[in-house]
Structures are given as C-alpha cells and as structure tokens.
C-alpha cells in the first residue's frame, strides 16, 4: 500500500489567498484526520472523520478553516482567506476499526505551509 | 479531556547509549503509540502498545495500562535515532474514541 498520500508537500502562498491540501487515505481505511503541528502547540487534531462523516472539528481554529470528505478515497481541508499565523506542518492520517493494531494511526509525510 | 505528559523533554546521548523514554496519561486508553518523528518531518509509527512488551530490534515499549504509563527502550543507539519521540493516546471512555491525543515529545540526539 502507499500509505497516505498528501499534497502540496509544500506551499508558500500570500496572505489572503485560498489554500487547499488534500489527502488520499489509506485504502479501506474509514477513519481520517487532519492535525496541524505547529513550534507552540505542538500536534494538535483539527478534525476527524467517520465513513465520510465529520465527527469532531472542535479542533478547527476558526470560520476560515473547512475540511470535506466527499468520497472514502479523498479529503481537503481549505483555508479561505490564509493568514501568516496558519504557517504549520498539516497532517493527514488514516485508521480502520478494526481490533489490535489495526486500530493504528497511519500520518502522511505532511503539507508544509508557508503564509507570507 | 485525556493528558499526556512525556519526560525528559530533551535527551541527549553518545552513539551507542541505551535510553528510556516515558509517557504518562491521565485516564484509561484503548489506543496507545510511540512516533519517531524524523529531522525531515516524517511521523513514523514505532509501536501500537495499548498494554503489554513489545520489540522491534533495537526498540522496546512496555505499557502498563492500570498504571498509566509507558516507556520506550532505544538500545545501542545510532544518530540516525536523532529526533523527536511522541507518545500518543485515544482515550477508551465514550465520545473521545477518534481523537489521538499527542503528547509534547522527547526530543533525542544522539552524537557520534
């Protein structure tokens, strides 16, 4: 298996401007996360779903922030408009039900974001 | 919500030193896992311990779920171990069951 795919690994962009990271599961996986790892908060769960269903977005900062999961194989989250201060590592992860180590978390290589 | 305390927060070892990472949390768990985080970013999972020993080479963990802890064995270890080291928990109580909740990390490095 690949593992879970993000992309862009990296992008720098102006503030203002819409950003959208997306993430490919692993496949039979139905449960996926968004975490943004940051100097000052350290790897921190933004929001997380279900077979597609959002469960938990407490975690997503503020109105600008939007995660879909419009299919099992495919996510986004989107920031509109960006800020300086959303500059972090985002990470998606993946995990099935299953029991024992299948309950494990799989992370992706991360998509470096950079608001100038 | 679940806590999760790591110590020490900084290790610094010479090549070839043994080493103990622990992780304490605050409440039951039904999920628990040790991330290597490399110098590149990467999150590489180590082990899913919720109870009990494993090993894995030169790696260890042991959990001992009626008290709260775990810890992380690095054997004979190599500067290619140099990173940070994050435990992390899912709570086994109704409604946190999604959340993998981080601990603040070890940050390891190992000298040649």
């Known amino acids: 298996d690949a593992g879970v795919i993000q992309s862009p690994r990296h992008e720098v962009t102006e503030m203002g401007q819409e950003v959208t990271l997306r993430c490919k599961p692993i496949?039979?996986?139905?449960?996926l996360f968004w975490y943004r790892q940051t100097m000052m908060r350290g790897l921190e769960l933004l929001i997380y779903?279900?077979?597609?269903?959002?469960?938990?977005d407490s975690g997503m900062p503020e109105d600008r922030f939007s995660a879909k999961m419009p299919n099992a194989s495919f996510s986004t989250l989107k920031i509109q408009p960006s800020e300086p201060r959303d500059s972090a590592v985002y990470f998606c992860?993946?995990?099935?039900?299953?029991?024992?180590?299948?309950?494990?978390?799989?992370f992706g290589e991360g998509s470096w974001l950079t608001v100038v | 919500g679940i806590q999760v305390e790591q110590s020490p927060p900084d290790l610094i070892l010479q090549e070839g030193a043994n080493s103990t990472l622990r992780c304490n949390f605050s409440?039951?768990?039904?999920?628990l896992q040790w991330f290597h985080q490399n110098p590149w970013g990467q999150l590489i999972n180590l082990f899913y311990?919720?109870?009990g020993t494993k090993q894995n080479g030169r790696l260890s963990a042991t959990t001992v779920a009626t008290e709260r802890y775990s810890l992380l064995y690095i054997s004979s270890s190599q500067t290619t171990d140099s990173g940070v080291y994050f435990c992390?928990?899912?709570?086994?109580?109704?409604?946190?069951?999604?959340?993998?909740?981080f601990g603040k990390g070890t940050k390891l490095s190992v000298k040649p």
């Open positions: 992860a993946s995990s099935s039900p299953g029991q024992g180590s299948g309950n494990t978390i799989y």
């Open positions: 496949s039979g996986h139905d449960y």
């Open positions: 779903f279900n077979n597609n269903v959002p469960i938990d």
């Open positions: 409440d039951s768990v039904n999920n």
């Open positions: 311990i919720p109870s």
């Open positions: 992390a928990v899912r709570g086994s109580l109704r409604g946190s069951q999604g959340n993998l909740i």
